[in-house]
């Protein structure tokens, strides 16, 4: 496995990969990474022949200077998984690389898919930051396929409308979210979880199951459906930031679950904010 932190680099190493007859796929990451990454990496390899996975905490989707500096960056130890799980190459550029001196443009996804749920509460520049790094990603590598966990929901649709928008020849591979047998969804945050915490945090996969449980009963009135979530939250004294029933592709609220519909879900439990989803109406609404 090599990492190569230029995109120069980058280019070349794709080249020579399409040059011997691979396809490419590309796992973009923030680092600390965790066995959800490593199954999208597992996905990519059953499918592609070259794999790489990006490494970039990208301070354009953070509005937070502090939560900034304090995310984990342990590049020696996610490389070394990375490798393990079948990465051919890791893209571990600096901020200079992507954003050099007098970068002046900001991919803007407008609408109801960055201004809603975590548009919301963390604001639109947020999810600006999303599509700018990713469309830089894309472009650098130009991989055939990119991969994404769709526990991060809003973030895979704002990915699929900039693709979609601006005509980027790759496709957005969505896999399942990734679980600990408890059920809580993979995420980097969970570390920061106390023993109590990490038992609280079971209520909002329960909340999500109680309302996907609902649904497959009948339930199609979304306000009943919430508040059955809303009282497996308040059970374990977890409050929502929000829970929401929304079109899965356009995230406008819904009043009535009759087709498709996902259920996003984000909450604080201490000062770790934890976000969720779940499908319904789509096979057995699993999350």
């Given at each position: ?97 992507l954003y050099p001196g007098g970068f002046a443009t ?111 009963a009948g339930e199609t009135d979304a306000a009943a ?63």
């Amino acid at each position: 496995m090599r990492i190569v932190r230029t995109v120069r680099e980058l280019r070349e190493a794709v080249a020579a990969a399409r040059a011997a007859g691979s396809t490419a796929a590309l796992v973009p990451t923030m680092g600390a990474l965790h066995e959800g990454h490593l199954s999208l990496v597992r996905a990519a390899r059953s499918e592609h022949g070259f794999v790489m996975l990006s490494i970039f905490v990208n301070p354009k989707q953070f509005t937070d200077a502090a939560d900034l500096a304090a995310y984990p960056r342990e590049e020696g130890r996610d490389a070394a998984l990375a490798e393990g799980a079948g990465v051919d190459l890791v893209f571990a550029p600096d901020a200079a690389e992507l954003y050099p001196g007098g970068f002046a443009t900001t991919v803007h996804v407008s609408g109801a898919i960055t201004e809603t749920l975590e548009g919301a509460g963390r604001g639109s520049a947020h999810f600006d930051g999303v599509a700018t790094v990713v469309s830089k990603l894309l472009i650098a590598a130009a991989p055939d396929a990119a991969y994404f966990g769709q526990k991060d929901a809003q973030q895979l649709v704002v990915v699929r409308r900039m693709v979609a928008d601006l005509g980027l020849p790759v496709r957005i591979v969505a896999c399942p979210t990734s679980r600990d047998e408890d059920g809580l969804a993979r995420s980097s945050r969970n570390v920061r979880l106390g023993a109590e915490q990490r038992i609280r945090a079971l209520a909002i996969p329960r909340a999500l199951d109680a309302i996907a449980e609902a649904a497959r009963a009948g339930e199609t009135d979304a306000a009943a459906l919430l508040a059955r979530g809303e009282a497996a939250l308040a059970q374990s004294g977890v409050d929502a930031e929000y829970l929401a029933l929304v079109q899965p592709d356009t995230l406008e609220a819904v009043q009535r679950v009759t087709e498709p519909t996902l259920c996003a879900i984000a909450a604080r439990v201490g000062d770790v904010r934890l976000i969720d989803n779940v499908l319904l109406g789509d096979g057995p609404g699993r999350r």
